[in-house]
């Protein structure tokens, strides 16, 4: 499905000579059959789960992410308190849901 994607994208920007909205139209049509395919293979409660888990896995590796990145910068600061930001961002969506 793939391979007839990109081939259709190939002769859409051969054939006008540089990026028109055809091959957004392509790539978004390849989007939409492979999530129906995806449907019928797993089911809709099936692709909402996987779709959960993967957001659940990309949160937490963006807070692993984070926390290192951070890390680099707050060990040159010895002379400052640490922060937890992780309980901190944790704290203020917990207060967002409470007043939401």
């Given at each position: 499905?793939?391979?007839?994607?990109?081939?259709?994208?190939?002769?859409?920007?051969?054939?006008?000579?540089?990026?028109?909205?055809a091959?957004?139209a392509?790539?978004?049509?390849?989007?939409?059959?492979?999530?129906?395919?995806?449907?019928?293979?797993?089911?809709?409660?099936?692709?909402?789960?996987?779709?959960?888990?993967?957001?659940?896995?990309?949160?937490?590796?963006?807070?692993?992410?984070?926390?290192?990145?951070?890390?680099?910068?707050?060990?040159?600061?010895?002379?400052?308190?640490?922060?937890d930001?992780?309980?901190?961002?944790?704290?203020?969506?917990n207060?967002?849901?409470?007043?939401?």
């Amino acid at each position: 499905m793939n391979a007839v994607a990109v081939l259709l994208m190939i002769i859409a920007f051969a054939s006008t000579g540089g990026l028109v909205g055809a091959e957004v139209a392509i790539a978004g049509g390849t989007a939409v059959v492979a999530q129906r395919v995806l449907e019928a293979i797993f089911g809709e409660h099936g692709m909402r789960q996987l779709a959960a888990e993967a957001q659940e896995d990309l949160l937490r590796r963006a807070r692993r992410l984070m926390d290192l990145e951070a890390r680099r910068f707050l060990d040159r600061l010895p002379d400052l308190p640490r922060v937890d930001f992780a309980n901190a961002v944790d704290s203020v969506r917990n207060a967002l849901k409470e007043v939401a």
